[in-house]
Structures are given as C-alpha cells and as structure tokens.
C-alpha cells in the first residue's frame, strides 16, 4: 500500500512538473500612446487579460520606450521590432501588403464607426442649420494626418486641418482656428470631461460614420499570437463574456447622444 501511494504521488509530482515547465507565456508588445491626455483603453486590456487566460497562457504586457502614433505602430508592426500587436482599422488589401494577419472579432462591434463632433458651446448656433454634408463641408474639421479619419474625412471633400498635435487641437479649436473635432461614439464624452478647462461640448444634431472596424493586427511572422487571441475571443463569446465586457465598458456610451434621431452623413471609406 505504501509503494501504491508512493508511486501515486510521485506521478503527481512528474504531471505537475510537466504542466509547469510547458506553461506558456507571452510578451505582447504594444506602442506606448503618443497622446497622453487620451483616457487609457482599459476596455482594450481587460479583453486581452481575459483572452490569453482563457487558453492559459501568461500574459505580460511591454510598452515601446517612445511614444508612438498610429503611423510609427504601423510601421513597427510591419517590421515586427518594437511592436508586435495592435489594434487597427485597416482595408484588407492594405494589411496584405503589409503582411499582417488579424483577429476575426470586431472589437468595438461597429460602435467606432460613429463620430461625433466636438465643439465650443459658443459656437453651436453655426451647426444648427447643416442639414447635408455640402454645408458642412466648408467647416475646418481637426485631426491629425496620421490618423485614419484624416483621410476618410479628405477623400470625401471635408476640410481637414491635420497638421497639429492633439493637444494643439484642443487649443486650436478653443481659439476658433478649427471648426468641429470629429470624435469617435465610444471616446468623446470622456474626453470633454477629461478637458474642463475648455468649454466643448457634442454638437446634437450631426453624426459621421462610416465603415471602420478595429481587429487586433500582428505580423504573420507571429501568427501564433492571433492564433492564441484568436481561441481565446472564441472562448470568450461562446460562453458570453465577450458581449458582457462590451456591455460593461460601453453599455452607457450612447447614453444622452441621441444617435437614432440625428441626422447621419455617410462616408466612403
């Protein structure tokens, strides 16, 4: 009976070696935000947390020394250096060229596609009457060249100053050298709360939008990432998490917008 339990627990012993020494761990490598005064996107982390745990892999999290925007992360993904996962809204055919492979899980499910414009509360009065994109289109919209609105906002004949920092962009449309800051659905009310000093509010009658779904994006020389998150996002929407955390982060996002009753100007992307 003794050497039963013996041989019992030395296999115990072998299995729990084994399962430890094969438990995998990985380093995700994300671009530190070139914006400081952007919220952090807790709702981005929690879903990664939660993925990773659901296949039981270890997650550690690295930020790049320098800040970086949304161009430079692009360009280290393609280069798989300093940045080896992003969240990214991109056409197909482009991220092919750039060898990047994605989840299939839209992240923010479509919510981000909805803009919203920020503007001086003085100013509202000049908003009032827009009623095609015709009118609005002479109205110096803010944001910066090497975001992807910029370009969504200029293909389709909006006037677009895109030269200027985020902080720079607040000031510029304070001082009334811009006009309107187009922000996403998700992000807008927090950020003019997150700016008190300035008196913005949300323009109530307009709303953009267009086709822009965020996926996680990484070099296809580390598929086994996307793989991961992959099953991991599954996991997580067959037993309801998913939805639940999406739920939790922006079940009062459309709170007080309004977003069924304005008038919606539709973008090609």
């Avoid at 430890?20 to 380093?27: A, C, G, L, P, R």
């Avoid at 991109?90 to 919203?116: C, D, M, V, W």
Wanted: proline residues 3%.
């Amino acid at each position: 009976m003794k050497l039963i339990i013996l041989c019992c627990s030395l296999i115990l012993m072998a299995v729990s070696f084994f399962a430890s020494s094969t438990e995998q761990t990985i380093t995700l490598k994300l671009g530190k935000p070139s914006t400081q005064d952007i919220p952090k996107n807790h709702y981005i982390l929690t879903l990664l947390e939660k993925s990773f745990a659901k296949v039981n892999v270890k997650l550690n999290i690295a930020y790049s020394l320098e800040p970086m925007n949304t161009k430079r992360i692009l360009e280290e993904l393609t280069r798989n250096d300093d940045v080896n996962l992003a969240w990214l809204t991109l056409p197909n055919s482009f991220a092919e060229q750039r060898y990047l492979i994605r989840t299939s899980y839209p992240i923010y499910n479509g919510l981000h596609s909805k803009r919203l414009l920020m503007v001086k509360q003085s100013r509202l009065g000049e908003f009032s009457d827009i009623k095609t994109l015709e009118q609005l289109k002479p109205f110096i919209a803010l944001q910066k060249q090497s975001w992807s609105d910029y370009y969504v906002l200029k293909n389709n004949g909006l006037t677009v100053n895109g030269d200027l920092s985020y902080e720079s962009m607040l000031k510029a449309l304070d001082e009334g050298l811009g006009d309107y800051f187009p922000r996403s659905v998700t992000a807008i009310k927090a950020e003019i709360r997150k700016h008190p000093q300035y008196n913005f509010v949300i323009e109530p009658h307009i709303m953009l939008q267009y086709d822009n779904y965020y996926y996680f994006y990484a070099n296809e020389n580390n598929k086994a990432i996307i793989e991961l998150l992959e099953q991991g996002l599954t996991k997580l929407a067959d037993s309801g998490e998913l939805n639940a955390l999406y739920e939790h982060y922006y079940r009062d996002v459309e709170d007080g917008l309004n977003l069924n009753n304005r008038r919606v100007f539709n973008l090609k992307n």
